[in-house]
């Protein structure tokens, strides 16, 4: 019996970053403190700055209601309107945005000011998606799919410039290229897809091909632990998504040799940890 865990599960970068900026912010900070949305995706993560008087933002109209304190901005990044608009509210603004994200930012608003079309590949009701097209200009689009590139106009010989959501599927960003350099002959693909997706990515699958059952622990919210699933499931059909524990029904392990373990990147490590335990008290 064995169970294998991947080295790459849990809090990437970015979102321990953003994880410890906000813990940063309840130690140091007087006055009201405040996410502009969940500061990562992660329920439990959430909870327990909520219990330390920190209130989520959900929505603008929320925004719109506060008039001073702190205001923290998420790991995903915000569209450049909602910084303007923080600003003009004379609110202090915390940056928590992933640098990966925010190098995207810049990416983007260079190149749209320079003229070129915008086309980034990714999840267009992501928040990190939004935020991107917020930097992107007026000429520019969200693409996920063949579909999506289909309704795209190519006629006009626009100079585009590809980027992608961070935690997009690497197969599928080289395939959706592959149709996309097709269709235009003035294209420059800039690969903004976070080096430790992609390692995450493939250390999933190379462990789901060798296992017999596989779970993926993170926050059903979590575009990138949905993604995991997906590879794993792929390669593994005995997968299985969990947020916590609570979610995985132990017994179904009960006659396979190995299980593999795999986390999103808003996975705090005691949940990892706690479901790897309790895997192994059973074999």
């Known amino acids: ?80 309107r909602i910084y303007d608009k923080l600003e003009a509210k004379g609110i202090r603004i915390v940056d928590a945005t992933c640098p990966f994200v925010k190098k995207i930012h810049n990416i983007v608003q260079k190149e749209s000011a320079a003229g070129k079309y915008i086309l980034i590949i990714g999840s267009p009701d992501h928040p990190e998606v939004i935020g991107i097209r917020g930097w992107a200009g007026e000429h520019a689009a969200v693409v996920q799919n063949t579909d999506d590139i289909e309704n795209i106009d190519f006629s006009k010989n626009r100079n585009i410039c590809v980027v992608s959501q961070t935690t997009f599927n690497y197969n599928k960003f080289k395939d959706l290229v ?10 420059i693909v800039l690969n903004t897809i976070c080096n430790a997706t992609k390692e995450r990515q493939t250390e999933a699958e190379s462990i789901a091909e060798s296992v017999d059952a596989m779970i993926v622990i993170g926050d059903k919210h979590s575009s990138n632990t949905q993604k995991l699933f997906e590879i794993c499931h792929r390669a593994c059909n005995n997968t299985y998504y969990i947020q916590t524990l609570d979610d995985l029904d132990l017994n179904q392990l009960g006659s396979v040799e190995t299980v593999g ?23």
Not at 31 to 43: A, R
Not at 178 to 187: F, P, R, T, V
Not at 262 to 272: E, F, Q, R, V, W
């Open 1 to 80: 019996m064995k169970v294998i865990k991947a080295k790459t599960a849990g809090f990437c970068f970015g979102v321990k970053r953003a994880v410890d900026t906000v813990y940063e912010q309840v130690d140091t900070c007087s006055g009201p403190i405040y996410t502009y949305g969940p500061i990562i995706h992660n329920e439990e993560v959430v909870k327990d700055m909520e219990s330390k008087g920190v209130v989520v933002l959900r929505t603008e109209e929320e925004l719109d209601d506060i008039s001073g304190g702190t205001v923290i901005i998420r790991s995903h990044g915000v569209e450049k």
């Open 178 to 187: 592959e149709i996309i350099k097709k269709k235009s002959y003035d294209i």
């Open 261 to 283: 373990i795999t986390a999103g990147a808003s996975t705090p490590n005691n949940i990892i940890e706690e479901v790897q335990n309790n895997v192994r008290i059973i074999f």
